[in-house]
């Protein structure tokens, strides 16, 4: 999926694809889906500071495979009478509800001083339109799955299932099919906001075709990944990918290491607190994870690796996201919209920098305001900056008004400098 | 699981089921009357009462993890964690008391 501006040393180019490609910046998969909330008889503030953002606990129940990390006692529910959806049709585990859910975006942008649109305001009522099915759950306690689907795109989007320790006394899940490869501590739309993490979404290698990106660190590719919560504050993914525009027969790699200092743990236990004696470290939690990807793309011409760190520090209603990415490609192809290489760039190995801060406040349960600093840095091509300050305000849990502005600055290495700045609204809504 | 006394008591005190479930504020001991009053201001910031009520109720969530002693005080600290919830120590405290309180008339 796209997320970003792309990179060019043309100017023209730059404006031509920053006014295709900046609409994209509205466009969000869904993780957070009320199949669950009406499985599991609970409010979307469960596991949500602001869907699809998730709080610790929701972090411990998608980890463990979307099943209530404290457990389900199926005889104590039935007894108690309670409309039990995970109540489960004989031994097979199909719910008795099917857990399906849609979600539902429409956008309103005014791009400001987009080059390709000759600096005027161009105010679209039609900024874009998505609407997802999603479904969601877990057998038993056994097996998680998910499947979405794209209806306004017609693509179908994350689809797999993962075996929950299916080898007894080894806390390790095996996940299988198409999804996000788990690197970073969150999902490239893990906000509550509208723009993704750009620093997840940074290209450097371009199909000569299409012009679309070779490789993403959030593409959502086929593969087979091992993850699990091995301590209760230090969880683990590994896995193995097809990878992306091949035409040989090796595979990507990707591992990812997380642990957590304060709050409640992985498996969502609530820390000890003397509630007669409170202090701030009883609200402060820090999480800090580390990754790597290798894989090949140009028809395996290009080899490439990444390397990421992140931290998110959460107090009380504040949360702090800080994320860096290091990358290299001993071969990228480097094409503008058109597919025509740029000679400056193209075939030359290529470092790539890209980071992000992001600043939350909840200043109440329906209103959340942040701001976000991202920076993408690919060599031989240009240096994209972003300052996107946003408002969200949500009436009820699965509705959500978003007020966006996202102002870029692309230097090129030739010296010129590009800024197109975007305000974008958003309705969305899951039912 | 209730036994038949808990079961009369529960009924004296709730009404209804599910959605539909009501709390008998009569058989609130005054001094717990503004605690309930706060339970009702600060836990419907998140969700609905019928689920703490119902979760009173049944000495279960309505996801079927067991809502006993132990754990509702893990599961109050979480509350007062969560961001937004708009929740002090103190008003934690007294919310667990009259849950307590209740979850106690019920079982007796």
């Known amino acids: 999926m796209k997320k970003t501006i792309k990179k060019s040393k043309k100017g023209a180019v730059v404006a031509v694809m920053g006014a295709l490609l900046f609409p994209s910046f509205m466009i969000s998969k869904a993780y957070a889906i009320p199949a669950f909330s009406r499985m599991y008889q609970k409010e979307c503030a469960t596991c949500h500071t602001m869907y699809p953002e998730r709080n610790e606990y929701g972090e411990a129940f998608e980890k463990n495979g979307y099943y209530p990390p404290e457990g389900v006692s199926k005889a104590a529910t039935r007894t108690a009478g309670s409309p039990n959806v995970i109540d ?3 031994a097979v585990g199909i719910p008795s509800q099917v857990p399906v859910s849609f979600w539902g975006q429409a956008d309103i942008t005014n791009n400001k001083n987009n080059p390709a649109q000759n600096n005027r305001p161009q105010l679209n009522l039609d900024g874009g339109t998505s609407l997802d099915l999603m479904a969601g759950g877990n057998f038993l306690g056994k097996v998680g799955y998910w499947a979405d689907y794209d209806l306004a795109g017609n693509q179908v989007g994350e689809v797999f299932l993962q075996l929950m320790k299916p080898i007894p006394g080894i806390p390790v899940n095996i996940k299988i099919g198409k999804f996000e490869p788990k690197t970073s501590l969150w999902k490239s739309n893990n906000n509550a906001m509208i723009a993704d993490f750009g620093h997840l979404a ?3 290698d371009r199909n000569p075709t299409t012009g679309e990106p070779n490789f993403t660190l959030d593409t959502q590719q086929n593969g087979v990944e091992l993850n699990g919560v091995l301590l209760p504050r230090l969880f683990f993914a590994t896995g193995i990918t097809n990878g992306l525009h091949k035409k040989t027969n ?3 790699w990707y591992g990812h290491i997380s642990t957590k200092i304060g709050g409640a743990d992985f498996k969502g236990v609530e820390p000890e607190m003397d509630l007669d004696k409170t202090s701030f470290v009883d609200f402060l939690s820090l999480t800090i994870g580390g990754y790597g990807y290798i894989g090949s793309s140009n028809d395996s011409n290009n080899h490439f690796y990444r390397t990421g760190i992140d931290a998110e520090l959460n107090w009380k209603q504040a949360k702090l996201k800080i994320g860096g990415v290091y990358g290299h490609d001993n071969n990228p192809s480097v094409v503008d919209s058109a597919g025509v290489a740029d000679p400056l760039a193209d075939q030359l190995a290529a470092n790539s920098k890209m980071g992000m801060v992001q600043g939350e406040y909840l200043l ?7 701001l976000r600093y991202e920076i993408e840095d690919v060599e031989h091509q240009n240096v994209a900056r972003r300052i996107i300050p946003s408002v969200v305000y949500s009436p009820v849990q699965n509705v959500k008004l978003i007020l966006e502005y996202v ?13 197109n700045d975007q305000a974008n609204f958003r309705v969305s809504f899951a039912l | 699981m209730l036994g038949a006394a808990g079961s009369s008591m529960a009924a004296q005190i709730f009404a209804g089921s599910g959605r539909d479930i009501s709390l008998d504020a009569s058989v609130i001991p005054a001094y717990l009357k503004p605690n309930l009053e706060l339970m009702q201001k600060k836990c419907s910031l ?4 019928d689920l703490s009520f119902g979760s009173i109720q049944t000495g279960v969530t309505p996801s079927g993890v067991p809502f006993e002693k132990s754990g509702i005080q893990s599961l109050g600290v979480r509350m007062l964690r ?18 307590n309180w209740l979850r106690e008339e019920i079982t007796k």
Request: net charge neutral; aromatic share 0%.
């Open chain 1, 250 to 252: 090796g595979k990507d």
């Open chain 2, 46 to 49: 998140c969700h609905g009462l």
């Open chain 1, 407 to 419: 102002s870029e600055n692309t230097s090129e290495a030739a010296g010129t400098k590009i800024r």
């Open chain 1, 364 to 370: 109440n349960p329906s209103l959340l305001t942040s």
């Open chain 1, 88 to 90: 489960p049709l004989g």
């Open chain 1, 202 to 204: 940074t290209n450097v």
């Open chain 2, 82 to 99: 969560k961001p937004g919830s708009d929740m002090t120590t103190a008003e934690l405290k007294k919310i667990l008391e009259l849950i």
